[in-house]
């Protein structure tokens, strides 16, 4: 009886889209939470925190949304617990400025109304995720930076935290490293800043939304914001093709406008994963440096692709929490 009834509904769903089309019946798409936890010349020493980061971000993401909660709410969920695993570069265990300051870039997308918040440079706060979900929900405006992204955050009871609880003993070693290494190139990714992290989902009516977050650059200049808060850079969603989280060299990603040149690919017919790679190769025979991406098609298709030596990524779908961090790894664990 219940067979019968399920088929009875298949039926209807495909009579209903032939009949009105696709936008008028939404498509049944399996729910994915995908995130990254960074890309870059990661020491091995990092391998084991970055995978248990990413695949404890993956999980809480996907709760938030088997438990009836939003897209937005699944991403944030997810961002927020890499944002306080200091295994990553973005919020407690973010990078320093010149200065020996955390200053923050985070972005939110959401691919029905191609909504978008975002703050750079921001200080003194724990989930700079948050803040730029709320930039998107209370303002006019997408993009916060600095003193004036800090006092909304307070305005809207976001408390501050004292800066040295953001810095790690790490975060320390790689200024000093920076600083000793009389490099004026803070892009230079081997002397520390790789782990942005990133989370990409897609619900079942195939609705997406992405979220990044970031410390920046070790030893970047104060006032320095990067690709992380610009939409088409550290991130972008389109419910018409697809969602991106970006991460690598800020400078770089910018000039290509990495996570939107994703999109542009696969709407020329790449899959998710080919065009994930195609761009991020194409940044860097254009401008340099290497990067990642993770990509939701809004059918679901996954796209994981680095020309880094390694990046941290894991995603939920159904029972099956899959993640890596080298190149061809694709570790599965069974949730019951
Ligand atoms: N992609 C992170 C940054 O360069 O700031």
Redesign the pocket.
Known sequence: MELAKVLFLMIVICISRVVVGDEMCPRMVEPVVLVHGGAGDIPDSQDQPKLEGVRRAAKAGYAVLAQGGSLLDAVQAAVEVMEDDEAFNAGHGSVLNADGEVEM?AIVMEGTGLNAGAVGAIKNVSHPVYVARLVMENTSHVLLVGDGAKRFANDMGVPDVPMESLITQKAKHALEKFKKSKSNDPTRTELG?VG?VGAVAVDSEGHVVCATS?G??SGKMVGRV???PIPGS?GYSDDQIGTVS??????S?MKVNLAHLVLNIMKQGKTAQEATIEAVNEMTNRVGKTAGAITLSNAGDIGIGFNSKKMAWAYQKGNEVHYGIREGDDFIEQIN
């Open positions: 870039d800043g942005t970031t920046g650059t990067g690709d992380t550290g970006t991460t690598g060299v800020g400078e990603i």
